[in-house]
């Protein structure tokens, strides 16, 4: 597999822009700082009856470092753990870096879920570790790392799933090991850090093998005039530009979920994409996608 140069760290005018970043009145700055609740129903074709009202929280791309410090992390639990999820799931890029990934896995104070908290690789994170090394600081925080692998729940008396295949840019994801897993599991929910997996895990099955795909990594752009950004950090932004960039998308009988995260990465800048972390809960429609 062909791997990626690794990702952009915070440039030196980044830095300098944060020391700025709370003064009044510079709002892109100032944005890129907040963090914004987002708390919304997903109605799913086919979901099974007992699974409606499920309660998923989802948060990616904290980059814990120089642009997100360890009181800004700490009040990211506060918030994560009073979502009263049934589960949580964290999207991938904890730190800028893989030295200030294990330091977020090392700060990061207690998460708690009903069912569970997962967490995934991604791009950032693995610069300088495996993910098997990533999966045993997770694991050290009784988080259960989604990396290459399923694992079923049961909810309502109704089994599902949570599944993630390993970071598409500088890990080595098995869709087709993930896609036998997910085969026999009525309703699975699939947790790439990037939108850029979806490409592959279509061509894994005959069928989607996930209901509802999470993903983060594009930041929503952390520019975007009128639901546009100039550049999304995606591998295929080229081909698809925008439409993976943010928000839910349809296609394929799928629902897709792409946060904006809670961080930034080289510049500490944002217009058009708030910092976000979510509650998505589960309800039943009679519409196919």
Same mark, same amino acid.
């Given at each position: 597999?062909?791997?990626?140069?690794?990702?952009?760290?915070?440039?030196?005018?980044?830095?300098?822009?944060?020391?700025?970043?709370?003064?009044? +009145?510079?709002?892109?700055? %100032?944005?890129?700082?907040?963090?914004?609740?987002?708390?919304?129903?997903?109605?799913?074709?086919?979901?099974?009856?007992?699974?409606?009202?499920?309660?998923?929280?989802?948060?990616?791309?904290?980059?814990?470092?120089?642009?997100?410090?360890?009181?800004?992390?700490? @009040? =990211?639990?506060?918030?994560?753990?009073?979502?009263?999820?049934?589960?949580?799931?964290?999207?991938?890029?904890?730190?800028?870096?893989?030295?200030?990934?294990?330091?977020?896995?090392? @700060?990061?104070?207690?998460?708690?879920?009903?069912?569970?908290?997962?967490?995934?690789? +991604? %791009?950032? @994170?693995?610069?300088?570790?495996?993910?098997?090394?990533?999966?045993?600081?997770?694991?050290?925080?009784?988080?259960?790392?989604?990396?290459?692998?399923?694992?079923?729940?049961?909810?309502? /008396?109704?089994?599902?799933?949570?599944?993630?295949?390993? @970071?598409?840019?500088?890990?080595? #994801?098995?869709?087709?090991?993930?896609?036998? =897993?997910?085969?026999?599991?009525?309703?699975?929910?699939?947790? #790439?850090?990037?939108?850029?997996?979806?490409?592959?895990?279509?061509?894994?099955? #005959?069928?989607?093998?996930?209901?509802?795909? =999470?993903? /983060?990594?594009?930041? +929503? +752009?952390?520019?975007?005039?009128?639901?546009?950004? #100039?550049?999304?950090?995606?591998?295929?932004?080229?081909?698809?530009? %925008?439409?993976?960039?943010?928000?839910?998308?349809?296609?394929?009988?799928?629902?897709?979920?792409?946060? %904006?995260?809670?961080?930034?990465?080289?510049?500490?800048?944002?217009?058009?994409?708030?910092?976000?972390?979510?509650?998505?809960? =589960?309800?039943?429609?009679?519409?196919?996608?």
């Amino acid at each position: 597999m062909t791997k990626r140069k690794p990702p952009r760290k915070p440039s030196r005018l980044g830095i300098l822009l944060y020391r700025f970043s709370a003064i009044p +009145g510079l709002y892109p700055l %100032n944005l890129a700082r907040r963090l914004y609740p987002d708390e919304r129903e997903i109605a799913l074709p086919g979901l099974p009856a007992a699974l409606c009202g499920l309660r998923v929280g989802y948060a990616s791309d904290i980059h814990y470092g120089h642009y997100l410090d360890r009181a800004r992390l700490e @009040d =990211l639990a506060e918030k994560l753990n009073a979502l009263d999820a049934d589960i949580l799931i964290l999207g991938g890029d904890y730190g800028e870096d893989s030295q200030t990934a294990l330091a977020f896995w090392r @700060d990061v104070p207690d998460l708690r879920a009903r069912l569970g908290v997962f967490a995934v690789p +991604g %791009n950032h @994170d693995l610069t300088g570790i495996s993910a098997a090394q990533l999966g045993k600081a997770m694991r050290r925080r009784s988080v259960t790392p989604l990396i290459n692998s399923l694992v079923p729940l049961r909810y309502g /008396g109704c089994r599902f799933a949570v599944c993630a295949t390993d @970071d598409s840019h500088m890990g080595y #994801p098995e869709y087709a090991r993930v896609a036998r =897993l997910a085969a026999a599991e009525p309703f699975v929910i699939y947790a #790439p850090h990037s939108p850029d997996a979806l490409a592959e895990a279509y061509r894994a099955s #005959p069928e989607p093998f996930f209901d509802l795909a =999470l993903c /983060g990594h594009t930041h +929503g +752009g952390q520019i975007a005039l009128f639901g546009i950004a #100039p550049r999304v950090s995606s591998r295929y932004g080229w081909r698809y530009g %925008n439409r993976y960039r943010s928000g839910l998308i349809r296609e394929k009988g799928t629902a897709i979920f792409i946060s %904006n995260g809670v961080g930034a990465s080289w510049l500490p800048v944002r217009l058009g994409a708030p910092p976000q972390y979510h509650l998505l809960t =589960l309800k039943a429609t009679e519409e196919k996608a």
